[in-house]
C-alpha cells in the first residue's frame, strides 16, 4: 500500500473517530440498542415467530423442492405451493433423517415471509401447503424472486440450514401460471458458496482502555466489501460484540441493523467495565460477529474478529497490544473478518 492511501485511510479513521466520541463518553446504550427482532409471520391463518442466527451446510447433493405456482389476475394474487423435498440430507446419523421446514420469501422487497410446519424425523417430506400472496400484478411477476430455505428443526440447539433455492418468475413461462397451475422441480444449493467465492469483508474497529476506571471503549466504526446475502446483491448488516474474561463470555453488546447495504457505517460505541481482580487486559479479550440481519430465516454470520493478547496474531495482535500500550488513547484498525 503506497503512502497516499495509508494517509488516506488514517484521515477517514480521525474523521470517523471524532464523528463518533460524543457517544464514547456516555454510558451504555444496552437497553434501547436491542438485537434486530423477528416480525410475524403470516402462514395460512396462523402466526409465527422466526428464531435467529444461522448455520450452514456443504453438501453437494441436497436434495430437490417441488413446488407449484398460480397467478389469480382477478385477485392480484399469486399462489404458491410448497409441494414437497426430496432426498434431503441426513441431520442426525444416528437417525439418518432430519425434522425439515422450508421458509418462503418474495424478492426484492422481502415483505411476504412464510413458512410450512416441520415434519419429523423424514428426508422425503410431504407438505402441499398454499401461500397466498396479495397485490401483486402481472406485470410485477417478472422481477420478483422465490426465495426458498430448507431447515431442520433443533428443539435443543439452532436449527440447521440445509440448503436454499433462488426462483426468478422472470424466467418462467407466468402465462401458463394464469390459466392452470405450473408445477416445478429444482436442487436445492449450498448456503454458503456465496460467501466463500466473496470473501467476508472487512471492519473497522477503534478501542480505548482507561485502566483508572477499568473500562474497555469499543467503536464500531464501518465495514467495508461485506459479501452479497441475497438475491439484490446486498446485505442487513449488524455486529454483535462479546467481552471475555478468562475465556468466559461475560458482557454482550449489538449495534443496530444497517438496510441493504455492503459497505454499513455503523458510528457506535459500548462501554464494557472490566471485572475487578483483572490485571489490566491480560485475561480480556473481544469476539466480534458480523450477521446478516433477515426476518424469517434465522441471521447468517457473515464473519468474525478476536481481539486478545491469547487470541490474536498479525494485524489484531499489533492493534491489541498498542490498545494496551498507550492507555487512554482511541487506536483504530482495519481487521479481515474470517469464517
Request: with cysteine; hydrophobic share 35%.
Amino acid at each position: 500500500m503506497d503512502s497516499q492511501s495509508v494517509k488516506k485511510d488514517d484521515l477517514e479513521k480521525q474523521k470517523l473517530l471524532a464523528n463518533c466520541m460524543v457517544e464514547v463518553e456516555r454510558e451504555i446504550l444496552a437497553s434501547t440498542e436491542a438485537a434486530p427482532s423477528t416480525d410475524k409471520v403470516l402462514t395460512n391463518g396462523t402466526t409465527e415467530i422466526a428464531k435467529n442466527d444461522a448455520s450452514t451446510v456443504d453438501n453437494t447433493k441436497l436434495g430437490t423442492i417441488v413446488f407449484k405456482l398460480r397467478y389469480k389476475s382477478d385477485k392480484n394474487a399469486l399462489v404458491v405451493t410448497v409441494v414437497k423435498c426430496q432426498d434431503l440430507p441426513a441431520r442426525d446419523p444416528n437417525i439418518g433423517s432430519c425434522d425439515p421446514y422450508v421458509k418462503l420469501q418474495l424478492l426484492p422487497d422481502k415483505q411476504h415471509k412464510v413458512k410450512t410446519r416441520v415434519l419429523r424425523k423424514t428426508n422425503n417430506p410431504v407438505y402441499d401447503e398454499d401461500f397466498t400472496f396479495y397485490g401483486i400484478s402481472f406485470n410485477q411477476l417478472q422481477s420478483i424472486t422465490l426465495h426458498f430455505v430448507v431447515l431442520s428443526f433443533d428443539r435443543y440447539s439452532r436449527d440447521d440450514i440445509i440448503g436454499e433455492l433462488f426462483c426468478p418468475l422472470g424466467q418462467e413461462d407466468l402465462l401458463i401460471a394464469e390459466t392452470q397451475q405450473m408445477t416445478l422441480t429444482r436442487s436445492i444449493q449450498p448456503r454458503s458458496l456465496k460467501i466463500r467465492s466473496q470473501g467476508r469483508g472487512e471492519l473497522l474497529v477503534s478501542l480505548c482502555w482507561q485502566p483508572a476506571a477499568s473500562r474497555l471503549t469499543v467503536v464500531i466504526l464501518k465495514a467495508r466489501n461485506l459479501p452479497k446475502m441475497d438475491v439484490t446483491g446486498l446485505a442487513d448488516p449488524y455486529v454483535k460484540i462479546y467481552l471475555l474474561f478468562n475465556n468466559q463470555r461475560i458482557a454482550k453488546k449489538k449495534t443496530h441493523v444497517k438496510k441493504r447495504t455492503l459497505n454499513p457505517v455503523f458510528n457506535e460505541s459500548f462501554v464494557f467495565d472490566i471485572p475487578q481482580g483483572a490485571e489490566g487486559l491480560d485475561s480480556v479479550s473481544l469476539d466480534f460477529m458480523l450477521l446478516d440481519w433477515d426476518r424469517v430465516t434465522k441471521n447468517e454470520v457473515i464473519g468474525r474478529l478476536e481481539l486478545g493478547s491469547t487470541k490474536s496474531t498479525g494485524t489484531a495482535l499489533h492493534h491489541w497490544n498498542e490498545v494496551c500500550n498507550a492507555p487512554r488513547r482511541q487506536i483504530a484498525e482495519w481487521h479481515k473478518l474470517r469464517e
